[in-house]
């Protein structure tokens, strides 16, 4: 697989734009992102297949990822931050609910995790660098859940 | 026995948010934001405020060490301050970072530092006027420090094995469970970069929170007096070392006990038990 089509198309155009912005653009524009992370929270009437809200040594306050499958298989994510969450997390919230809208929950789980240093970038990794991985690590973790129970369905 | 102050030992050392929303442009003055969160500053900040970053603007980027006295004149430079500004620090996380940066700029001896109590959320919940505005301020020519105060204001591992060995006064302010040596961070935090837990045998454990209320000034002179006099048995005239984990934290109570109760002599060992957690053959307690 080349690293053209390694990542999904949305997610692939978020990268690109990133690469391309240079350190105060990037830093604006990451922030820009952290602003439109409660755009992502579930909206009223919606139904989720699964919920996973929890407070965990890797992030500052409380996340909720919500999934939504559809008819088609593929996932739509909803997430919830609590106030304390950082700027950094809140970014990568929003990046990762629109450029992982789409996909099937084993192409999420498959999804190499080395494109959040091309959008952070290096200035930016610090020593609590883990925390930049730690949305991408939950909406993972939610769709591993969900494809688990599907093979466990399937077997019963 | 020292006598509990019912004030603060130098209480120009703070300002509070009314004192400070009236005195936004005043000139000589400079407010330095300094955060935890690396984005924060972008998100919105105090109006006029410059943004300094305790690792890319304060620290070596080769080294674990501070800036050379070149490199911090010309951080002050380039942010419009000069010998005789007021820098007024605040920031996220209950000041830790100001009072770390408060630190830093203390070590190269710039002496005109206050903070504001209470810190970012504080004045944010408060609803005072925030900007996303970068300032820009004229260039300055801050005059290069001479040296840096490691002798007076900071220790390194070997002083503090002395202080140590001496049973002399060593405050570990990091949270119980660290002390303990159960965790090597913060609960809420990643357990990372860390071998060993426990602490400097003879320290005390008296956690940075103890020092502040809960929306993040700092508790009365005769509260903290109780505290870190009657409680912990510091007093003038003897040297304290106080650490943490990676010496924000350690600034905080650093600040408290220099401006706040006047000691004359603490030190904050900046490298913490991120150094001595890992130092081969370095001494360590576990008890409770």
Known sequence: ?156 | MTTAPMQYAHPEALVDADWLEKHLNDDGLRIVESNEDILLYDTGHIPGAVHIDWRTDLQDQVIRDYIAPDKFAELCSRNGITRDTTCIFYGDKANWWACYALWAFRLFGHEKVKILNGGRDKWKAEGRPMTREVPKYPQTNYPVPKKRLDQEIRAFADEALAQSKAGKPLVDVRSPGEFKGEITHMAEYPQEGVLRGGHIPGAKSVPWKTATNEDSTFKPANELAKIYFEGCGLKSGTDTVVYCRIGERSSHTWFVLTYLLGLDHVRNYDGSWTEWGNKVGAPIEKSA
């Open chain 1, 1 to 156: 697989m080349t690293e053209t089509n390694m990542y999904p198309p949305k997610l692939e155009k978020i990268i690109h734009l990133f690469e391309s912005l240079p350190e105060t653009e990037r830093r604006e524009t990451l922030v820009s992102y952290a602003d439109n992370a409660r755009k992502q929270e579930p909206r009223p009437g919606e139904k989720f297949v699964l919920e996973d809200v929890r407070k965990d040594e890797e992030c500052a306050d409380t996340v909720g990822v919500y999934l939504q499958v559809d008819d088609e298989g593929k996932a739509h994510f909803r997430m919830t931050l609590g106030p304390e969450v950082q700027t950094l997390t809140r970014a990568m919230t929003a990046i990762l609910c629109k450029g992982l809208d789409g996909r099937t929950p084993q192409e999420v789980l498959e999804l190499p995790g080395d494109f959040v240093t091309r959008i952070v970038g290096t200035e930016l990794v610090r020593v609590r660098s883990q925390t930049i991985y730690y949305v991408l690590t939950r909406i993972k973790g939610i769709c591993k859940v969900y494809l688990d129970r599907q093979r466990m369905a399937e077997v019963a």
